[in-house]
């Protein structure tokens, strides 16, 4: 069986995930994949069948994207990690996950931690959006500001020059085209993440983080936030992963998928 879709409920309402049951027999701890703004769990199709040798992959959408119910207000990093964690229980999974996170993920997963220590087992953050207090506010100023969705075809030109025009040479149309529609169910509440993630402070929660992590910078814009946060967490491990350039979950798929793999198994 390929992936299926499930839901749970949580207190801000029903939480749509996607689950690839494990091939083989279930010997390692579930996989928890968290996506980046202003995607979903849909990010993480293309790898989900390369990571699941003997544990189940789960890939939700966080409150108010994908599949998952519409928020009225601007959530915060704890509360897209309160409600993975109620999804979590109420789907059944009741021991410790490890839980991969990309860019917006890598947030809600150290939030995870800090809320549940007890639930992860492992982190491996790839490609931390970890700034300083200046950074985050120059970066919410430029990234946390709702879609102006109008009668003209330009209102959504922002996400078509996300999804596609900026990835025409290393993404399939179909599945560029596929993630952009993805991007629209969000409307213009598209920018909540982007708001949440650059009002988390970085410094002192993920300095209060007591985890197994590991950290993998990708050739990417995040490369030097992400070599930043590795410098300042003694017990992260580090990856440079010099051999994915761009599109990390799609034409870097397997080589990411390999590396994700080796710091889970690590």
């Keep these: 069986m390929g992936i299926t879709k499930l839901y749970g409920a949580t207190r801000f309402g029903q939480v749509h995930a996607r689950h690839l049951d494990a091939r083989g027999k279930k010997t390692q701890a579930p996989l928890i994949c968290l996506h980046p703004a202003p995607s979903s769990g849909l990010y993480?199709?293309?790898?989900?069948?390369m990571l699941n040798s003997g544990r189940q992959v789960i890939a939700p959408d966080y409150p108010g994207y994908g599949g998952s119910d519409e928020l009225a207000t601007q959530p915060s990093i704890a509360d897209y990690a309160q409600a993975t964690l109620e999804l979590?229980?109420?789907?059944?999974i009741d021991v410790p996950v490890d839980i991969l996170g990309f860019h917006t993920g890598c947030l809600v997963a150290a939030e995870m931690v800090l809320l549940q220590p007890d639930s992860v087992r492992r982190l491996v953050l790839c490609d931390v959006p970890y700034f300083d207090a200046e950074q985050r506010r120059n970066l919410h100023q430029q990234m946390a500001q709702p879609m102006a969705i109008s009668g003209e075809l330009d209102s959504i030109a922002g996400p078509w020059r996300f999804n596609i025009d900026s990835r025409i040479d290393t993404v399939p149309l179909p599945r560029a085209f596929e993630l952009f529609a993805e991007h629209l169910r969000a409307g213009s509440?598209?920018?909540?993440?982007?708001?949440a993630a650059f009002s988390y402070d970085c410094e002192s929660r993920f300095a209060a983080l007591d985890a197994d992590v590991a950290l993998l910078a990708t050739q990417s814009a995040l490369r030097e936030a992400t070599v930043t946060l590795a410098k300042a967490m003694d017990r992260a491990s580090f990856t440079?992963?010099?051999?994915?350039?761009t599109s990390v979950f799609e034409s870097g798929a397997a080589a990411i998928a390999k590396?994700?793999?080796e710091a889970l198994d690590r």
């Design 44 to 49: 993480f199709t293309t790898v989900m069948p």
């Design 189 to 195: 509440k598209d920018y909540f993440g982007f708001a």
């Design 259 to 261: 590396r994700i793999n």
């Design 240 to 245: 440079d992963v010099t051999e994915v350039t």
């Design 88 to 92: 979590l229980e109420n789907i059944g």
